[in-house]
């Protein structure tokens, strides 16, 4: 098995590409007019789903909400050489504050925003394991 896509379920396709081009600086690979889209992240893609296509193929889902004070139980994780500059171009992009960048025991540097639909992003440095 391989990874192959990570999907979240958003109100609005473009909406939510677009907020992660500005925000994170992701290039779209494209945006479906079936409810579908994609940002070039590496190996593994990051999509987006309308919460209808869900309804369309039968899943129920309890969407993200903006303005919830508990994100879902997920995130996604976003690796760069340059935290500082990454969490202040999310912030002023309108993603909201949960954690200003600080350094965890095994090293790396890590932030936390929510999207504007209120999904958990991590920004963060690559783990660097010694040993």
């Known amino acids: 098995m391989q990874l192959g896509y990570v999907i979240i379920y958003v109100p609005n396709v473009l909406a939510a590409v677009e907020f992660y081009e500005a925000a994170f600086g992701l290039r779209r690979r494209f945006v479906h007019e079936s409810g ?12 987006f789903a309308a919460e209808a ?33 990454a969490y202040a171009r999310a912030i002023a992009a309108g993603a909201q504050e949960v954690m200003e960048p600080t350094r965890k025991p095994w090293g790396q540097h890590v932030a936390y925003v929510r999207d504007l639909n209120g999904f958990l992003v991590e920004l963060c440095t690559k783990v660097e394991m010694a040993g």
């Open 36 to 47: 579908y889209g994609e940002m070039d992240t590496g190996a593994t893609a990051l999509g």
């Open 53 to 85: 296509l869900a309804e369309r193929h039968g899943i129920t889902i309890r969407p993200n909400i903006a303005d919830d004070n508990s994100p879902a139980g997920a995130e996604i994780a976003l690796v760069t050489t340059d935290l500082d500059t």
